[in-house]
């Protein structure tokens, strides 16, 4: 019963750390564009300086 009184405060300091941390994400802004990554790898990049002709 005793190291209730250890796991509740620490339980209570990590939750408050996890949400200073989310918070700090959502102000940096890591969270405005979420459909762009995803979809960037769909896109063919295209090479600057390479002939592609040669390629082939």
Request: aromatic content about 12%; charged content about 20%.
């Amino acid at each position: 019963m005793n190291i209730l009184f250890l796991l509740v405060p620490f339980a209570f300091l990590l939750g408050i750390i996890f949400l200073l941390g989310f918070l700090w994400a959502n102000h940096q802004g890591q969270f405005d564009d979420l459909e762009t990554p995803a979809l960037r790898m769909l896109h063919d990049d295209e090479r600057k300086g390479v002939n592609h002709e040669s390629e082939l």
